[in-house]
């Protein structure tokens, strides 16, 4: 079974920096995506990194520039790291993993940012 765990979140300042992390059980190499989406409340769920297995990145226009997605295959982990942080990126942020017929979720942690 695939467990994600995120951590790294928390309450930021705007401007401020955060960095999350996606610890996956066992090797992240078998999936063929990863990504971050984020939940802010009353609005739907929505894409905001991902990272293919190759290393090629993709980003939600609204955090070009101000985000990065990277990945450590020897630590099975996927981090976001998240640069001049504005109120409007608070939301919960979610880990998924993709294979090519499943997806996995982590349970998500929370990113405040305060203006």
């Known amino acids: 079974q695939v467990q994600l765990v995120e951590s790294g979140g928390g309450l930021v300042q705007a401007g401020g920096s955060l960095r999350l992390s996606c610890a996956a059980s066992g090797s992240i190499l078998r999936f063929n995506v990863m990504g971050w989406y984020r939940q802010a409340p009353g609005k739907e769920r929505e894409m905001v990194a991902l990272?293919?297995?190759?290393?090629?990145?993709n980003y939600a226009d609204f955090v070009k520039g101000r985000f990065a997605i990277s990945r450590d295959n020897a630590k099975n982990t996927v981090y976001l790291q998240m640069n001049s942080l504005k109120p409007e990126d608070t939301a919960v942020y979610f880990c998924k993993a993709s294979q090519t017929y499943s997806n996995y979720w982590g349970q998500g942690t929370q990113v405040t940012v305060s203006s």
């Open positions: 990272i293919t297995s190759g290393g090629r990145t």
